[in-house]
């Protein structure tokens, strides 16, 4: 449960409840200063499930403390055509490494912050990376989200030739006109307590400005904040400007009227900290007298500062500032402060996921605070602000400079507010009317959606559907390519059917009935009830089980020797994939055997041991066996020089694309896709990375339509267009 000031917040309770215990995706929002950040770093320090955070600036992912959306997925930059098959435009998938792939395959919630700020194309690109490398019928590829952010506030960056593009596949630059987003189910939960204001007439009015039905009394109300030749006495006062070069210019006059002697502060950056994501001035000039803001929260125990507190320079020394802030008599003895930039790992022992440091930037946590831009202020609250917003040109940018005000008594307006300065989008308030309004009714539904979400984990864990498939693919291979040479070994694989039909399958459809309806009858509960110890029970025997039948089939006597070199990658690939089947299986089982069944312990195991067994190697090596093959009388189509096929390889695990490769090589890109798709067929590198798991189901479903031998052309004519001739090659390849 979150607790915030000791005050138990329905909200975020129900939100959590949403997050921990259903698979439902959740859009947290709320008004300015309602403790959506206070949520996620709770979310991060307690909640059991595998999650990455991820912003889309490099600033708010510092923030964050994760990264940015395009550096996790490796996104290219521009916009996104949905649809499209472009091959040179995602290059980057070529170069994602096997441990980013993998983290990405075991995620349980992906966070993203600052959703507002997110444009509909950009999550169509996150949802069209989680199909390839998860499962490519689902949106997301299955994963469940957590949006967090204020429409309302700062809005997605949409130039006006892109929008151009777009604007033929969305109906709106924001988030939620993804085609991805509108065919998940998800819950929009909305905050409603306000921290940050306690005046009941400004948080009414704040209210309006947001929603942009301000009448004549709320404007006169607003405008009562403009105090003519209002000047600040120069301390704590801030102001909050449109634009950048207003705020910087106002900062240069402030400092140059001081007569103090400047002293520059400059930063320290070790490891990878791209220029763009720094967090503070990489040169800091400061005077005494000079009014700054802090930027970060005091790390040390003393907490003697905090994000967005303002005070006067009192003292400038090489290695130390000291600023004297109005709430005590004493001075702040600043120093240099650290800034991680975060990129997200597997740990190789204990398959966690990690956040490793890999980059630094260090630097006073201040910044000159006479005035900062309202995209700035963001996440800010200031007890003395003037603004300047009669140049605001965004949605929700007044609202954002109102909002970071503690109450209206500690706010002066430079002057008074015109209509014209009060943007809102009739889309974003229609979107937020609908979607709040399903709240009550959502709430309604959480019990059956915890229930249904343990259900659909228990039916998961008693599924043998992939080991069967796996299972049959290998026997067919067997059966079809090896039966004359290895007859004795073809019975003892035909001899695993029974079994596994029997002992594991069968067993396993008898016991869902039961297992549905004893959470039928405690309400969804497993702890602490009879069908707890049982399927503790179960997972001991269905372990053994598995271990039994397949034990013959996932050891060394599996391996044999394979003179025909396609047949041996065929067989090669057929029986690693129902290895990892197999020992990714038994050893869920056998973890959850030995601890009781829950949410939280399914997922660390079942994240776990799908990595331990995706690490696993396939057989390659060759060993002797009393049964000896004959040669092939017909042997298969040769595969091109092994000397061409390395040299592409070389510069593909290089990092280069498939263009750059054939120009490189000055060969046709065909040649380079043939070769591509032999290597895939190898198992060097994996099909996944060239052709996305959606559009190898459609073209191998194509592939079987024909009944006879087929052309390359033939097939190309009854695919889709935005099927390429390169993914039906190396598909097909």
């Not at 929002?29 to 600036?57: D, N, Y």
């Not at 995602?90 to 912050?113: G, H, S, Y």
């Not at 306000?194 to 948080?203: A, G, N």
Request: charged residues 25%; aromatic residues 8%.
């Amino acid at each position: 449960m979150i607790q915030h000031t000791g005050v138990s917040n329905r909200e975020m309770n129900i939100a959590w409840q949403f997050i921990a215990n259903t698979g439902m995706s959740v859009f947290l929002t709320g008004k300015a200063g309602t403790g959506k950040t206070t949520f996620l770093r709770e979310l991060r320090q307690q909640l059991p499930k595998r999650m990455v955070v991820l912003a889309p600036t490099g600033v708010a992912a510092i923030n964050a403390g994760g990264q940015t959306i395009h550096s996790f997925f490796q996104l290219p930059l521009g916009p996104y055509m949905p649809g499209r098959s472009d091959t040179s435009r995602n290059n980057n998938r070529f170069r994602m490494a096997e441990q980013k792939k993998n983290l990405i395959r075991t995620l349980d919630l992906l966070v993203i912050d600052e959703i507002s700020m997110v444009r509909a194309d950009l999550l169509d690109q996150i949802d069209d990376t989680l199909r390839r490398y998860r499962d490519p019928m689902l949106p997301f590829g299955g994963v469940q989200l957590l949006l967090i952010g204020d429409l309302m506030q700062l809005s997605p960056v949409a130039k006006p030739d892109e929008w151009a593009l777009l604007s033929q596949h969305y109906a709106t630059p924001y988030f939620f006109s993804s085609r991805a987003l509108q065919q998940l189910p998800y819950v929009t939960i909305e905050l409603q307590h306000i921290y940050r204001q306690q005046d009941s007439e400004f948080i009414d009015l704040l209210a309006k400005v947001r929603a942009g039905n301000l009448d004549s009394n709320d404007i006169d109300l607003l405008n009562s904040r403009y105090i003519p030749d209002f000047n600040p006495d120069g301390r704590d006062w801030i102001r909050l400007t449109t634009h950048n070069y207003t705020a910087q210019r106002y900062n240069d006059m402030r400092l140059s009227r001081l007569n103090a002697h400047p002293r520059t502060y400059s930063c320290t950056v070790t490891g990878d900290f791209p220029e763009q994501n720094y967090p503070a001035e990489p040169d800091l000039t400061l005077k005494e007298g000079a009014q700054v803001m802090f930027i970060k929260n005091d790390p040390t125990a003393a907490h003697a500062y905090y994000n967005g507190k303002i005070g006067i320079v009192t003292k400038t020394a090489a290695n130390s500032i000291e600023v004297k802030c109005s709430d005590s008599d004493r001075p702040i003895v600043v120093a240099p402060v650290a800034w991680d930039n975060n990129k997200y790992t597997l740990d190789p022992v204990s398959k966690e996921i990690r956040e490793e440091t890999v980059g630094s930037f260090s630097q006073y946590p201040l910044r000159l605070a006479w005035a900062i831009t309202i995209h700035k202020s963001q996440g800010l609250t200031f007890d003395k602000a003037v603004l300047d917003i009669n140049a605001s040109f965004a949605h929700g940018q007044t609202y954002v400079a109102l909002s970071r005000c503690r109450s209206l008594q500690g706010m002066v307006l430079s002057e008074p507010v015109r209509p014209q300065a009060l943007i809102t989008d009739a889309s974003v308030n229609s979107y937020i009317e609908t979607e709040t309004g399903k709240t009550e009714s959502n709430i309604s539904l959480l019990p059956t959606l915890r229930q249904h979400y343990t259900l659909s984990l228990l039916d998961q864990l008693y599924s043998f559907t992939d080991i069967s498939r796996d299972y049959e693919w290998f026997l067919r291979v067997v059966d079809e390519h090896l039966s004359s040479h290895y007859p004795k070994f073809l019975i003892r694989v035909k001899a695993v059917r029974r079994p596994l039909q029997e002992q594991l399958t069968d067993i396993a459809a008898r016991f869902a009935p039961q297992y549905h309806e004893a959470m039928r009858i405690n309400d969804g509960k497993i702890k602490g009830t009879g069908i707890e110890t049982r399927i503790t029970r179960s997972c001991r025997y269905f372990a053994d089980t598995i271990k039994a039948i397949f034990e013959s089939l996932i050891t060394k006597d599996a391996i044999i020797n394979i003179d025909n070199k396609r047949v041996a990658e065929l067989y090669n690939n057929a029986l690693s994939s129902l290895r990892q089947s197999v020992t990714g299986k038994y050893a869920l089982f056998k973890g959850l055997s030995d601890t009781t069944f829950s949410t939280a312990a399914y997922l660390s195991i079942k994240a776990k041991t799908l990595l331990e067994s995706i690490d696993g190697k396939p057989a390659r090596k060759r060993s002797k066996t009393k049964e000896k093959p004959a040669k092939e009388k017909n042997p298969v189509e040769k595969a091109p020089k092994v000397d061409t096929l390395k040299e592409t390889l070389r510069l593909y695990e290089a990092g280069m694309s498939p263009d750059e490769i054939a120009r490189q090589r000055n060969l046709v890109l065909s040649t380079i896709y043939g070769h591509l798709g032999r290597l895939a067929s190898q198992g060097l590198i994996d099909i996944d990375d060239l052709v996305s798991k959606e559009h190898q189901l459609i073209i191998r479903n194509a592939a079987a339509k024909f009944t006879t031998a087929y052309t390359l052309k033939e097939i190309r004519e009854i695919l889709p267009d935005h099927i390429s001739y390169h993914e039906i090659k190396i598909v097909l390849s």
